[in-house]
Every structure is written in structure tokens, then in C-alpha cells.
């Protein structure tokens, strides 16, 4: 016995009081993290605390009476009663009965549950009779699972027996019809995360390949096979050795990620979130620089998950033909190599994938050949899990396997299935060494919601459907460019590389289109589609930092954009891609404002290419021009030009070239119907232009006007993702915001006339904006991200200075960067406002109090100035 330890079963009831049991508990806690920090075997912890608990509830049933109760039986259930409990684990209990039970004997029951309470322990419990537990268990496959592994923990055998009697497979849920509830419940369970393991804050016990996973194999051979344990499973031979010592393996790190995540967190939550990750690491005993201790246990996490995914399949379909019977499903012959068992490819020989590596490739060219297929048999997928286990070296180094490597991207459906089954099945990572760097590679930001290996497939299935008509309404010209490309397989190579040296270090666009290049001309592609790749790669991100960060009604910007891409089909190319990149970012990045934001880059670029970069815009004909149009609109609305004329000469020319016809005629008949002369005018679009909620203000200019309009949106949790300030001849402010809701969608229509009047009342008054003082969130607290002020060298000659702002994203963050421009007395021209998970990268068009570009003084001074302020608000 441990000097500091001491078992309850040593103590007479009598002596468990409050204070001794307390005492006992976390005396037990110490040592359990003691042991474990010293590396003892995780499944001697996990059974020690529930033995412990065992013999602590044993004293205080009897301390309370209970045990002289001839009919009652405390029973565990849930993970309690197969005898697993983590430092935090709810205890799942069953009072049982045989009769129902009177006043004195519920007081007693009622005294023993609060006792527990008492001690803080996480109970949950029921008092049943056999019947009723029968009863609930019939319709409730959760309350029959925990039935069918209930354990005795003290009080009477033969009600606990009646039980077990009652419970049987005969006549209590037959094992096929359990197995097909549980493989259903599985199957709703992975929805719920979408089929998707790979979030870059799981739930390790409910995320598919979690824990929650190897506990479905187990109670399906539990109830067919009686079997308690993995090794029993492997005796009756559904299991291999070596995949009984995998899956052992891999319950066992699953185990000891959950056991730290308890005991950091102290309580029984199984998200391993991001402000736990890097405390969990350290108790894994995980080190390094920076986020190397968590990037390391992530990459094992996932590595880990992936491989219970695999057994778990593999084991249900052995199951679905041992327990259901189905094994003689249809056949039918699709190759000398390969038939369809079912919806099922299978291999006509079962050695051919370690006999003959090639045939791996063969094997996925069928499943994108045929679309009837939906998965691997189980007897081909262990080949193929062979295979892969025993290769010497990547397929990549073989011409055969070269050559059905291009057939099989060429093909128009291998990003139906294919693809992802060479992911998920590690083919891919025993492809070429590049992809198995980055399997589980995680990306400790708030951008990301997927490991680098994740996010890729989640591209490559981006560019396949781009190619589907059930598509187009989503991604319309994405729909017309993919189905005119001549090589889609191109797109999709830029796809596989455009982030695979992630993790490496240096610049991964830049080694990752040396990789590109590199296996392309590999791969037998001529030089110029090798070298088009490679572009793509290097190039992928210039898209949407051009769109979102830059001024792309400028025309400077438009052909600086134009040169680099170079002609039409770049575009096409680095357009898709860009596309499918954000979309596989994270669920909720994509929204319609982005959408428009590249649709504007890339028509503006293409009239560029085709006019001829030589051949600039002529900005006074296209200033006519929607002038022109302007005034057919007003006219239309019985708004005669004489009217018009008077406000448009106080509007400079640059407001005629960066607003759209419909705008100019938006934005003149508001404000010749304002009769209060030096009110605030603010208007918002009823319907959605640019992808997002546009909002006008008309009044006159002051200091500061921008911060108290970032105020008042963020008083009303609206995000401004566009600005576009300009001041009239006369002294007006006609400033122009894109605001989106914090999902990134338009302002909802119910809240417009609110919105408006709010903003004009907050204009209205004279004090300074109340920036509202909230602390960063859970998540933000955990990244550090320098503030960054960088002046960037304009295109050419310009009056205005050009400043990107790289911080944390925290509250409030656009009004004191407004209340700081105020101070210095500079001028705001436009905004372009990017949110990338915890960081922002912002763009401002600055001059100083002269109307000129800032000098390297008040460049100096402004940096500083920023850097202090957002710093000082990032310690809230």
C-alpha cells in the first residue's frame, strides 16, 4: 500500500465521515497524477480509481443500511461498469430492485446519493426495478447498452442475476438487431461532426475515431461474441495480432489524452480545446519551442483517430457479415483483378496489393471508374492495410505507379471517391513523402479548422465539384471555368501542393512549387504545365490577398495584379483554386462578400489582360460613363438633372470612378430628400449589394469619424469589412462601410431601421464614442500576435500613404484605431478590414493634416502610437 494512500476498505463504515471520504479522494487524485506523470501504465490507473470507488461505495452503502436490504443491488454502469474511470468520469450508478420500494427505504437511498454529492463526485444515477430497466431498455438503445454492461458493486446477487437473466440476447435485444442500432447511433454520431475527425478542437471521446469508436466494437462483440476485452476479440479471430496491438495502442494514447485532459481541466469535458492543448502537452511530457509540444501531440492525435477510423470500418463490415449474415452479396466481375461485392470493391486475389504494389494504384483507377462503388471490402481493405504497412519505398519511385497516378487524376471521377479513400487509407502518404510529412500537421491558429493533410482533400473535393452541375447556383464561375479547362488535372496538382511544405519552415509557397515542379516533370508533364503548377502553388494566396487587402478600384492595383498573373488562363487557374482554398479553410469563411470581392478582381483583371496592360483606362471616359448612367437612373425615379447638378460639383471625381452608377443614384437621391441641414443622413441597402449590407453616411466631416462609426457597429456586434472616406468640396463626409453579421452574412432586414436611426443619434452627439471594454475571448487568450505597422511603396507616385496593420483581434479594435488617427490629426481615405481566425490584417489609405502622404516622422510616430494602444487593450 502507497504510504499517502489509503483504501476505504480498510475503514469500518462507521469511520467514512464526510471529511475522511474527502480526504481519501484527493489523497487518491494526487497519486493517480503522481503515477501517472511517472509513466505508469494507463489501464492500471483507470481500473485503480474505479476499484478504489468500488470499495468506498461498498462502505457507504452499508454505512447508510442499504446492505441489509435482501432485495437491492448497487450496480455500475457505463464506462464505470466495464471498470474504466478517468480522474474526472462521471460515476454512472443503478439502484436495482425487484419491488418497487417504501418511504423509509427511498429516505435511505436518497441519504447514500447526497453523501455522494456531498464528496463532489460526478454521479449519475437511477433507482429501477428489473422491470422497469427492461422496460426503458427496449426502446432506448443507450439505457440497453449500459444495461448489457452493468457490473455488481455490492448488495444482493439475485436481483443483479435476475438482471443478466433479463438481458439476455434471446429475448432482450437480439445481437443483430443491437449491432445495427449501435452502427446506426455510430453513424449519427459522426454526422453531428460532419464526418470529420480532423477539427482543430476535437472531442476526443465523440469525434469519429475517438474513443467512443473502440467502445462500439467492443459492446458489438460484447453482445454477439461475449466477449469482454480486445484480446478476447482477437481470439475469436476477427482481429490479427498485429491490429489487436494497433487498436490497444491506440486506446491506450487515447486513454492517456484523456486522463490529462482531466486532470487539467478538473472536470469531465473531452474537448481538447485550444487554451487546454498546450497544459495537456506539457503533461504528456511533450517539449519543445513554441507550439512544438502541442503540433507534436496533435500530429499523434490525429495519426491515432485516423487509425481507429480504419479498424473500426474494417471491424463493423467483418461484424455486418458474421452477425447479419451478409457475406454472399451480389457479384459481379469487374476486372481479371477486381469484382464489386455489393457496393463494395473487392480483389479476386486477396495477395495481389503486397504482391504487386502498381495494383494499389489499379485498385482506386476502379473506384473512380465506377461509380456504383462507395467503399473497400473488409478482406481488401486489410490487404490493402498490409500493403501499405509492408512497402519499402514510396510508390511515387516506380514509372508503372507514375503513369496510373496521372491516369487516375485525369480521370473526371477520382475526386468522387477515390481520392478521399487514398487519404483516409494512407495512399496518399505512401505515394510520395512530401504528403506524409504533413498527416495530423496542425495549424495552432483560428483560420484553420483542419490539419494541413485535411485541408488539402478538403480542396481537392472543392475543385471536383466545381465540376458538378448540382454546383453551379453555389459557385457559378467556378462551374463555367472548370468545364472549359483543357487539364482540370492541373487544378487539382496545384491543389495537392499548394500547402505541403507546411511545417517545414521558410516560405511554403515557395518550396512547395519546388516540390511541384519537380514531381510534375516526374510525372511526365511537359515543361510549360509543370512550370503552370508550380506558378499556381507559389502564387496561391496572391488572390485573395490582392482582393481583401487591396484597393482594387485602383486601377494601379488592377494592373499590378494583371502582370503578375500574366494572361486569361492564370487567371482561370490561380481564380478556382483560390476558391477552393478558402472554402476549405473552415465552414464558416466562405460567405457572399468574399465572393464578390474575387468575382471584381477577376473581371476587372480580365479587362485589363484583354484591353492590353500597355493600354491603361481612360479614368475620365469611365467617369462620363457612370455619370451617364446615373442620370438615366435618377431620371427613371423622376429626378430631373437640374437637381442633380448642384450636388454633383460639390462631389470630387474620384467619387464618380469608385462608386457604381447604382450607388451614385442610391447615395444622390438620399441625400437630395435630407432636409435637416447638418443631421447625419445614414442608410443602409435593403438589399444586399457586394455581398454584404451597404452602409451610406452623409454628413458634415470631423475628427474621428471613423472610429465613432467602428463604436456604434461594434455596440451592435456588426462587423465593418469595407470603407470607402471621401469628403466633398464643401466639408461633407460620403463614407461608405461594408458591414456583415458575425456569421458573414448581410444585416438581417429587421434590424436596418434600428441600425439606422442608432447610428445617426450616436453621429449626432458630440462626446467621444464609448468603446465597449470586454477582455479578449478564451480562445484569443491563447495567441500572441505582434502588432505589426508596415507602410507599403505604392504602385506608382501616389498622395496617399498606403499601411497595413497586423494585430490580435480583440474587441473594439476599429474604434481605437480611429480614436489614434484622430489624435494625430490624419486622415482616413479607405479601409479594407481582413479578420484571419485570431489575427487581423488590415489596409488604410492615409494623408496627414495637409492632405499629404505621411512623412517617415509621422510614419514613425503613428507606428508607435498603434503599437502602444493595441498592446495596452490586449491586456484587458
Request: aromatic share 8%.
Amino acid at each position: 500500500m502507497e504510504p499517502n494512500l489509503l483504501a476505504p476498505a480498510l475503514l469500518s463504515p462507521d469511520e467514512l465521515t464526510i471529511t475522511r471520504c474527502k480526504d481519501m479522494l484527493a489523497r487518491l487524485q494526487t497519486w493517480l497524477e503522481q503515477r501517472f506523470e511517472a509513466g505508469d501504465d494507463i489501464n492500471e490507473l483507470v481500473s485503480l480509481r474505479s476499484q478504489h470507488m468500488d470499495q468506498l461505495l461498498t462502505g457507504l452503502w452499508t454505512r447508510h443500511g442499504l446492505a441489509q436490504q435482501d432485495n437491492l443491488a448497487l450496480v455500475a454502469v457505463g464506462g464505470y461498469g466495464r471498470g474504466e474511470l478517468h480522474p474526472c468520469s462521471d460515476i454512472d450508478l443503478l439502484i436495482l430492485s425487484r419491488y418497487q420500494h417504501n418511504e423509509p427505504l427511498n429516505d435511505a437511498i436518497g441519504r447514500f446519493v447526497t453523501q455522494l454529492w456531498d464528496l463532489h463526485l460526478e454521479v449519475g444515477h437511477s433507482v429501477r426495478t428489473v422491470a422497469e430497466c427492461v422496460a426503458q431498455g427496449e426502446h432506448d438503445i443507450t439505457v440497453a447498452t449500459n444495461l448489457i454492461e452493468a457490473r455488481l458493486i455490492t448488495g444482493c446477487y439475485d436481483t443483479f442475476a435476475d438482471l443478466t437473466r433479463a438481458t439476455a440476447p434471446d429475448h432482450f435485444w437480439p445481437s443483430q438487431a443491437f449491432f445495427e442500432a449501435k452502427r446506426d447511433e455510430q453513424a449519427q454520431r459522426h454526422q453531428q461532426f460532419h464526418d470529420s475527425s480532423y477539427k482543430l478542437e476535437p472531442d476526443i471521446k465523440n469525434s469519429p475515431g475517438g474513443l467512443r469508436d473502440i467502445q462500439t466494437i467492443n459492446w458489438v462483440a460484447r453482445r454477439h461474441f461475449g466477449t469482454s476485452t480486445l484480446g478476447e476479440m482477437a481470439s475469436h479471430g476477427f482481429l490479427s495480432e498485429a491490429e489487436f496491438g494497433e487498436l490497444q495502442d491506440c486506446q491506450n494514447f487515447l486513454w492517456k489524452l484523456r486522463f490529462a485532459l482531466h486532470t487539467v481541466t478538473g472536470r469531465a469535458d473531452n474537448r481538447l480545446l485550444f487554451d487546454r492543448q498546450r497544459a495537456v502537452a506539457t503533461a504528456l511530457g511533450y517539449a519543445g519551442e513554441g507550439n512544438q509540444p502541442i503540433e507534436c501531440m496533435m500530429k499523434r492525435y490525429y495519426q491515432t483517430i485516423r487509425r481507429v477510423a480504419e479498424l473500426n470500418e474494417l471491424l463493423l463490415q467483418l461484424f455486418d457479415e458474421a452477425i447479419l449474415g451478409h457475406i454472399a452479396m451480389d457479384v459481379k466481375t469487374l476486372t481479371p483483378e477486381f469484382r464489386l461485392r455489393g457496393r463494395l470493391i473487392d480483389l479476386a486475389d486477396s495477395t495481389l496489393l503486397t504482391r504487386e504494389p502498381a495494383a494499389i494504384l489499379r485498385l482506386f483507377y476502379q473506384i473512380a471508374a465506377c461509380p456504383q462503388i462507395t467503399g473497400i471490402y473488409s478482406s481488401t481493405l486489410r490487404e490493402l492495410r498490409e500493403a501499405r504497412r509492408t512497402q519499402q519505398f514510396y510508390l511515387c519511385e516506380r514509372a508503372d505507379c507514375r503513369r496510373l497516378f496521372m491516369m487516375l487524376l485525369r480521370h473526371q471521377g477520382s475526386g468522387r471517391l477515390a481520392l478521399t479513400l487514398m487519404h483516409r487509407y494512407g495512399i496518399l502518404a505512401a505515394y510520395f513523402p512530401q504528403w506524409s510529412k504533413i498527416v495530423g500537421q496542425m495549424q495552432f491558429d483560428m483560420f484553420h479548422a483542419y490539419p494541413v493533410d485535411e485541408h488539402t482533400h478538403r480542396v481537392l473535393k472543392n475543385i471536383d465539384r466545381f465540376r458538378q452541375p448540382g454546383n453551379q447556383r453555389r459557385h457559378p464561375l467556378c462551374y463555367d471555368i472548370c468545364t472549359r479547362l483543357r487539364k482540370p488535372e492541373l487544378l487539382l496538382l496545384a491543389g495537392l501542393f499548394h500547402d505541403i511544405a507546411k511545417g517545414r519552415g521558410g516560405d511554403h509557397s515557395t518550396l512547395g512549387a519546388d516540390d511541384a515542379l519537380e514531381f510534375c516533370l516526374a510525372h511526365g508533364l511537359d515543361k510549360s504545365d509543370a512550370r503552370l503548377v508550380s506558378w499556381l502553388v507559389r502564387q496561391h494566396l496572391l488572390m485573395s490577398v490582392t482582393a481583401q487587402r487591396r484597393d482594387i478600384h485602383d486601377p494601379d492595383v488592377i494592373r499590378e495584379f494583371a502582370t503578375q498573373v500574366r494572361d486569361e488562363l492564370h487567371l482561370d487557374f490561380l481564380y478556382c483554386l483560390t476558391v477552393a482554398d478558402i472554402c476549405a479553410t473552415n465552414d464558416t469563411l466562405w460567405n457572399d462578400w468574399k465572393g464578390s470581392l474575387l468575382r471584381e478582381l477577376y473581371f476587372s483583371t480580365q479587362r485589363a489582360l484583354r484591353r492590353g496592360l500597355e493600354n491603361p483606362p481612360d479614368l475620365r471616359l469611365r467617369i462620363r460613363e457612370n455619370q451617364q448612367q446615373a442620370r438615366h437612373l435618377l431620371e427613371h425615379l423622376d429626378t430631373s438633372f437640374e437637381h442633380i447638378k448642384p450636388l454633383w460639383a460639390r462631389l470630387p471625381a474620384d467619387y464618380f470612378l469608385r462608386h457604381t452608377p447604382e450607388q451614385i443614384a442610391w447615395h444622390s437621391r438620399h441625400i437630395l430628400a435630407h432636409n435637416k441641414a447638418g443631421t447625419p443622413l445614414v442608410q443602409i441597402s435593403q438589399q444586399p449589394g457586394r455581398g454584404g449590407s451597404e452602409l451610406f453616411i452623409y454628413c458634415p466631416d470631423s475628427p474621428n469619424l471613423f472610429g465613432r462609426v467602428a463604436a456604434a457597429l461594434d455596440q451592435k456586434n456588426l462587423n465593418i469589412h469595407d470603407a470607402q472616406i471621401m469628403t466633398s468640396k464643401d466639408g461633407y463626409a460620403l463614407d461608405t462601410f461594408i458591414v456583415l453579421e458575425p456569421d458573414g452574412q448581410p444585416v438581417s432586414g429587421d434590424r436596418l431601421t434600428d441600425l439606422c436611426r442608432d447610428l445617426a443619434r450616436a453621429l449626432a452627439r458630440s462626446q467621444p464614442p464609448v468603446i465597449r471594454a470586454r477582455p479578449p475571448s478564451r480562445r484569443h487568450r491563447e495567441f500572441d500576435v505582434p502588432t505589426r505597422v508596415q507602410f507599403l511603396q505604392p504602385v506608382r507616385a501616389s498622395k496617399r500613404t498606403l499601411m497595413e496593420l497586423v494585430a490580435l483581434d480583440t474587441p473594439g479594435l476599429l474604434a481605437r484605431i480611429g480614436a489614434v488617427f484622430s489624435q494625430l490629426k490624419l486622415n482616413l481615405h479607405a479601409a479594407k478590414i481582413t479578420t484571419i481566425g485570431e489575427r487581423v490584417e488590415d489596409f488604410f489609405s492615409l494623408t496627414n493634416a495637409h492632405d499629404r502622404p505621411l512623412t517617415e516622422q509621422e510614419q514613425t510616430q503613428l507606428r508607435e502610437k498603434l503599437t502602444d494602444e493595441l498592446k495596452q487593450r490586449g491586456k484587458m
